[in-house]
């Protein structure tokens, strides 16, 4: 799609590195999903998410996240005006299409819960209110897998609401001599102009649940979750959550190469980005090795016919 092809087109004049990333964190928007960056520092975290950011005509939040940050931080508070005489509700960071929540894992447990009810329903509760989302909404979070001192587990509750986690890897020679040439960090990103409004955007996700998915497909999606649930070293497989993410995420993939119906293709190249993070391998409490769970769910696409 042209609107799409622009958009991927827009990100990759700044971020230099792993391009199957860039088409992941186009699948997981048009699938309405958030996304989990993990990787070393250096290598393109926030550099991604802030060009899709600008590449967006879409309201940005970058949050901070840190050890003493409330809940209150992220979700806004309920403050009294004295000039109205009443409780005036101040929205925080949450209240944007686009969320970069920077170093997930280094803020407590208490406040990466406060993300929960944003991330499944769009909506948070504050004060016995609800208050909805505005639309699209995105979180897209990093982390270092690598720095345990002074961070914290990210719980499976909130694995799960993620619907991909990638890793991006370092670039190549040839990607890395174009970052020392452009620094794109410093110059490129900031000329960087939006090409998709956030009407359109909306549109497009709109499109993602008519993508057509044959039953046979479905029973596939179904088989590789079991399989999961069944595999000797693996405590927890993965949820029905974990199965209608990967349906979504096939249909957006099939969006994104013009197709109304998904192949198995579609379902395969996504298991592992949308699937790993949701199982915990016996060997570990947490999912402190993606190695160990990424090489099982491998395993599983090994042992699982796919339909023809």
């Known amino acids: 799609m042209q609107g799409l092809d622009l958009l991927r087109a827009n990100i990759q004049r700044v971020f230099l590195g792993n391009q199957s990333a860039v088409e992941k964190m186009l699948i997981c928007l048009l699938a309405r999903g958030h996304m989990l960056i993990e990787d070393v520092p250096g290598v393109g975290k926030t550099i991604l998410a802030m060009a899709l950011a600008r590449s967006l005509d879409c309201t940005l939040s970058r949050i901070q996240l ?8 992220v979700l806004g508070v309920t403050v009294w005006d004295q000039q109205k005489s009443e409780f005036v509700f101040k929205p925080g960071p949450i209240f944007s299409n686009i969320v970069l929540a920077d170093e997930v894992n280094r803020t407590t447990p208490r406040t990466q819960s406060a993300l929960l009810e944003a991330m499944n329903e769009a909506q948070v509760s504050i004060d016995g209110q609800t208050r909805k989302l505005i639309q699209p909404f995105i979180v897209m979070a990093t982390q270092n897998p690598f720095e345990f001192e002074g961070t914290y587990f990210l719980p499976e509750s909130q694995l799960d609401r993620f619907l991909m986690r990638i890793h991006l890897g370092y670039p190549s020679s040839d990607d890395e001599a ?7 960090a410093r110059t490129a990103l900031a000329d960087l102009e939006p090409v998709m409004t956030a009407a359109e955007l909306v549109k497009l996700q709109q499109m993602v649940p008519s993508i057509q998915v044959d039953p046979s497909l479905a029973d596939y999606i179904i088989r590789i979750a079991n399989a ?20 979504q995420a096939a249909r957006a993939t099939a969006l994104i190469h013009n197709r109304d119906y998904v192949v198995p293709d579609d379902i395969i190249s996504n298991v592992q980005v949308v699937c790993a993070h949701r199982v915990i391998s016996k060997t570990y409490t947490h999912d402190a090795d993606g190695e160990t769970t990424g090489r099982i769910m491998q395993q599983v696409l090994e042992t699982v016919p796919s339909p023809v």
Do not use: F, W
């Open 178 to 184: 174009r970052i020392l040439e452009i620094d794109p």
């Open 228 to 247: 999961t649930r069944n595999h000797d070293q693996l405590q927890i497989g993965v949820s029905p959550r974990g199965s209608l993410a990967l349906v």
């Open 66 to 73: 840190t050890p003493d940050m409330l809940p209150s931080d």
